[in-house]
């Protein structure tokens, strides 16, 4: 699969085209807004709302290291 909308977080899976795993903080702009959200494995993702739809700019470490 290589639809650019399928993208998955790398660190747990969990998918970047659904429900935020936690929203963080939320700012609405002209044009549709940025998220900043915290996803499953503790990774803080930022989105950017337009109307494309969603996407992810930029992730962060999980806060769980792995082993
Ligand atoms: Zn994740």
């Known amino acids: 699969m290589s639809s650019p909308t399928g993208v998955v977080c790398p660190h747990?899976?969990?998918p970047d085209g659904a429900e935020p795993f936690q929203?963080?903080?939320?700012?609405?702009?002209?044009?549709?807004?940025?998220?900043?959200?915290?996803?499953?494995?503790?990774?803080?993702?930022a989105r950017v709302v337009d109307e494309h739809g969603t996407r992810v700019v930029s992730r962060g470490r999980p806060s769980r290291a792995g082993c």
Do not use: D, K, N
């Open 23 to 45: 929203v963080v903080s939320a700012h609405p702009t002209a044009t549709g807004g940025t998220l900043w959200t915290r996803c499953a494995c503790g990774s803080l993702q």
């Open 12 to 14: 747990c899976g969990w």
